[in-house]
């Protein structure tokens, strides 16, 4: 069975740092889609960021990027330069077929 | 621009009393999706649609239903909410990709149950 594990429940970072938040995949099927999402307190989803199976570049989306470990299974999200909105709970996700997986989440928190 | 609606963002009902929540959605997407999420957990897939085709996941209550009459609207009915089915409930869309791509899930900003 597909699962995601996120081994971070919380981080802390200062504004303005860089922080990296770990997603771990597991997946038999070799075409899957990896997505990264940000909610906010006041509950909504936001996309943030997709990597493809067959990418061979790693995706990076303004101040996000991920850094994308094949052999490993992993697709680790970094943000650069954090700011004080980008606190809120992240959740890495896998596309299968139809069907999405999520992981349990890492809630963070920049400091100012 | 185009979206997901969710109405209401809250719902209170009584225990035991049918309520529906409903989403709606100008992207026109094939696959719809609700979710089921609890306080500090990940979003629990509940069923999804992909044009007309329903799809349960096996460990959906009965107590939970779905309509989508045409793309745009679907709606999820709760017969007889119990007090362990507060939570957020999330729509999401999302269209079959081309090639060996994937398409990333759009979603509404959710539905706060509360059962009294």
């Known amino acids: 069975a597909q699962k995601i594990t996120q081994t971070q429940p919380g981080m802390f970072v200062q504004e303005k740092e860089a922080v990296t938040l770990d997603c771990t995949y597991d997946?038999?099927?070799?075409?899957?889609?990896l997505f990264w999402y940000k909610q906010p307190s006041s509950g909504e989803m936001i996309f943030l960021i997709y990597?493809?199976?067959?990418?061979?570049q790693n995706a990076t989306e303004g101040r996000y990027s991920l850094n994308f470990q094949k052999a490993r299974k992993s697709a680790n999200l970094v943000i650069s330069a954090s700011q004080l909105g980008d606190s809120a709970m992240y959740f890495c996700?896998?596309?299968?077929?139809?069907?999405?997986?999520f992981g349990p989440g890492t809630r963070l928190s920049v400091l100012p | 621009d185009a979206m997901v609606i969710q109405n209401p963002r809250y719902q209170v009902t009584q225990f035991g009393k049918p309520v529906t929540l409903s989403c709606s959605q100008t992207?026109?997407?094939?696959?719809m999706y609700w979710y089921q999420q609890k306080s500090s957990q990940a979003p629990k897939l509940l069923f999804h649609?992909?044009?007309?085709?329903?799809?349960n996941e096996a460990d959906t209550p009965d107590n939970f239903q779905s309509r989508r009459p045409n793309t745009s609207f679907c709606f999820l009915d709760i017969r007889s909410p119990g007090l362990g089915d507060a939570a957020m409930y999330l729509c999401?869309?999302?269209?079959?990709?081309?090639?060996?791509?994937?398409?990333?899930?759009?979603f509404g900003d959710g539905t706060r149950l509360s059962i009294l």
């Open positions: 999401a869309t999302s269209t079959p990709a081309e090639g060996d791509g994937n398409q990333p899930q759009h």
């Open positions: 997946t038999s099927d070799p075409s899957y889609g």
């Open positions: 990597q493809g199976s067959y990418d061979q």
């Open positions: 996700a896998m596309d299968y077929g139809q069907n999405f997986v």
């Open positions: 992207l026109n997407h094939n696959v």
């Open positions: 649609y992909y044009d007309k085709d329903f799809n």
